[in-house]
């Protein structure tokens, strides 16, 4: 204690000794090391986020963008013409996504930063809407698409739009060319293939659906654009699968989405939308604001947001480029297949992604082989203990009877983590083979009927297990 009798430890100074608020507004203020204290202590409880392997965002940035970050807190990213630089920095990244993606004027299309992925992708199918509607469109728009992020299903509801989600059919696990015809009619606004599916992180053969509604438009003059939903894939084909042909290529595709804070390696609440060519985007759907004496086009569904998160973007594109990007990204694929390998080894398990390049994104997704006394649900629940987060699920509707698991790696795993994640697995399954789960047990009901592992754990309803799976993504 001091002369004057005050604490001199943090953990005996007023505020500290009395429950944090809980319920309405606190009354008294409190030193601002007790308020940050009481703050920092509470989410200890949360999982450390370089082992969330159920989400797809960001979890490892360099301390140079944490310093950019901190130096833009204030800098609200639509205030153009008080932040000019900022504004140029963030159409640079447009210019450079465009020529990324091969936009055939990639210097003067048009696209824009957002807060992510889900931003992006409903300002793609708005403009898709806008365009129908000035070709004549009546009635109820609708869009196709397979099994999708939930941003869709928001898209569709809060726009009025209907979705037309094609069933998954036999074992299929993504939306294949020969389904979308069927779909399609003079109402459809756009198809919207999935190019890193967030169920399974497979890619979907957007050349092919693109092929598919070419043949559709040949027999009935019906002319239907692509959104590409490329959340992730769209900043992981361009440097490890450029053979892939998914993008601006296709002249059927007018806009693309995607993440820049997933596998774009930006720091949380970065996201992009661009159009093939300048007159994809609607004029209606365009802002004009101030810029530097003239005025810039401006286009979101958000105003006011943080400025670092599009100046950081523009850091890590400057600061690797095409080679960087391709090593770290062939660096996590590469980390992928080893733990990819090493499930195959270690489990009864079948393996439904295993992080080729080829087919999907830096993700593993797999499956129960055989039959065991404890479910995949059980495994999620054993490896968490460890501090892993790994996603178990259901599959979308019409394969809601199959559980999967899905690890999604991002940069800054490593094979030492895929090792230690492996070691992990072992040990619970040996845990849960020693104790089994009264629920997982292979039993007998009052009945008489038989349940296997995987049935005998209530699933989630497929609305929450969406939303599960599309909580990583946004």
Same mark, same amino acid.
């Given at each position: 204690?001091? #002369? ?47 082992? /969330? ?9 360099? *301390?140079? %963008? ?12 639509? *205030? ?32 824009? @930063? ?15 809407? +806008? ?7 009546? #009635? ?23 979705? &037309? ?6 074992? &299929? ?21 999935? +190019? ?33 939903? !490329? ?25 693309? /989405? ?38 810039? !086009?401006?286009? /979101? ?12 973007? $523009? ?15 062939? %660096?996590?694929? %590469? ?24 087919? #999907? ?5 797999? &499956?129960?082989? #055989? ?5 995949? $649900?059980?495994? @999620? ?36 983590? !895929? ?32 349940? /296997? ?13 969406? @939303?599960?799976?599309?909580? !990583?993504?946004?």
């Amino acid at each position: 204690m001091t #002369g004057n009798l005050e604490p001199d430890d943090l953990f005996a100074m007023p505020g500290i000794k009395r429950p944090a608020p809980h319920r309405g507004f606190p009354e008294q203020e409190i030193f601002p090391q007790v308020a940050y204290q009481i703050v920092h202590d509470e989410l200890l409880l949360d999982g450390v986020s370089r082992m /969330n392997l159920a989400t797809f965002c960001t979890t490892w940035v360099d *301390d140079q %963008a944490r310093r950019l970050m901190n130096e833009c807190l204030d800098k609200n990213i639509v *205030d153009k013409d008080e932040y000019p630089q900022t504004a140029e920095l963030e159409q640079r990244c447009v210019r450079m996504v465009a020529d990324l993606w091969r936009s055939p004027d990639a210097e003067r299309t048009l696209g824009t @930063s957002t807060t992510g992925s889900s931003e992006a992708a409903m300002l793609g199918g708005l403009a898709a809407k +806008f365009r129908w509607r000035k070709n004549g469109g009546k #009635g109820v728009p609708n869009f196709v698409c397979g099994p999708v992020q939930v941003c869709w299903e928001k898209f569709a509801r809060y726009f009025d739009v209907e979705i &037309r989600q094609v069933p998954l059919r036999g074992d &299929r696990l993504t939306m294949h060319p020969d389904d979308v015809a069927k779909h399609c009619d003079e109402n459809t606004i756009m198809v919207v293939p999935t +190019f890193g599916q967030t169920f399974t992180g497979l890619f979907e053969d957007v050349e092919g659906i693109s092929k598919a509604l070419d043949a559709l438009q040949a027999k009935t003059g019906l002319d239907i654009p692509i959104h590409v939903d !490329a959340a992730s894939g769209g900043f992981l084909a361009p440097f490890c699968a450029p053979e892939i042909v998914w993008d601006f290529r296709l002249p059927r595709v007018k806009s693309i /989405n995607a993440s820049g804070h997933k596998t774009g390696l930006a720091p949380l609440g970065a996201g992009w939308a661009i159009w093939r060519t300048a007159a994809d985007l609607p004029q209606e759907l365009i802002f004009n604001v101030d810029y530097l004496g003239g005025s810039m !086009a401006t286009f /979101n569904l958000n105003f006011s947001r943080p400025g670092g998160q599009a100046i950081t973007q $523009y850091y890590d594109f400057i600061r690797l480029g095409r080679t960087g990007y391709r090593r770290v990204q062939a %660096a996590i694929y %590469a980390a992928g297949q080893h733990l990819a390998k090493g499930l195959t080894e270690v489990g009864p398990f079948e393996l439904i992604h295993d992080a080729d390049p080829r087919r #999907g994104i830096t993700a593993v997704s797999w &499956r129960l082989s #055989g039959r065991e006394n404890f479910n995949l $649900y059980d495994l @999620s629940d054993r490896l968490r203990t460890r501090g892993w987060l790994i996603a178990a699920y259901p599959l979308p509707a019409d394969r809601q009877d199959e559980t999967i698991m899905r690890a999604v790696l991002r940069h800054g795993f490593t094979y030492d983590m !895929a090792d230690l994640l492996l070691a992990d697995v072992k040990r619970s399954m040996k845990l849960l083979h020693a104790h089994p789960l009264k629920t997982s047990l292979m039993r007998e009901d009052a009945c008489g009927f038989t349940h /296997n592992a995987q049935a005998a754990v209530p699933m989630p309803k497929p609305g929450k297990a969406k @939303s599960t799976a599309g909580k !990583a993504k946004s």
